[in-house]
Nanobody, 124 residues
Framework: QVTLVESGGGSVQAGGSLRLSCAASGYTSNVRYMGWFRQNPGGEAEGVAAIYTSSGATYYAAFVVGRFTVSYDNAANTMYLQMDSLKPEDTARYHC?????????????????WGQGTQVTVSS
């Protein structure tokens, strides 16, 4: 079992920055990759970024390329999402997920564990 706890959300003005954290605890040695998701205005979860915990390979949704950076600290078992140049359309609740297995990082069904989420609000 793996427990995920997000933190770092808040309210910022457009153009500002936030850094989200996702701390993993429990049997983390079997986690293959972790990802960040958010709910779009239609209520669907959309993949934002993901990282393989061993290799450090990263993946990004097109709408965050050049603005967001995902990283993983092995010693702290914590994934981060540095969000710069934030836009009002980035407003959402952000969740982190972790998986033991595989599958496309953009699909929620690929993940075995989820955190409770942290709210990000960007005002214009």
């Amino acid at each position: 079992q793996v427990t995920l706890v997000e933190s770092g959300g808040g309210s910022v003005q457009a153009g500002g920055s936030l850094r989200l954290s996702c701390a993993a605890s429990g049997y983390t040695s079997n986690v293959r990759y972790m990802g960040w998701f958010r709910q779009n205005p239609g209520g669907e979860a959309e993949g934002v970024a993901a990282i393989y915990t061993s290799s450090g390979a990263t993946y990004y949704a097109a709408f965050v390329v050049g603005r967001f950076t995902v990283s993983y600290d092995n010693a702290a078992n914590t994934m981060y999402l540095q969000m710069d140049s934030l836009k009002p359309e980035d407003t959402a609740r952000y969740h982190c997920g972790a998986t033991r297995g595989g599958g496309p990082w953009t699909e929620t069904r690929s993940y075995n564990y989820w955190g409770q989420g942290t709210q990000v609000t960007v005002s214009s």
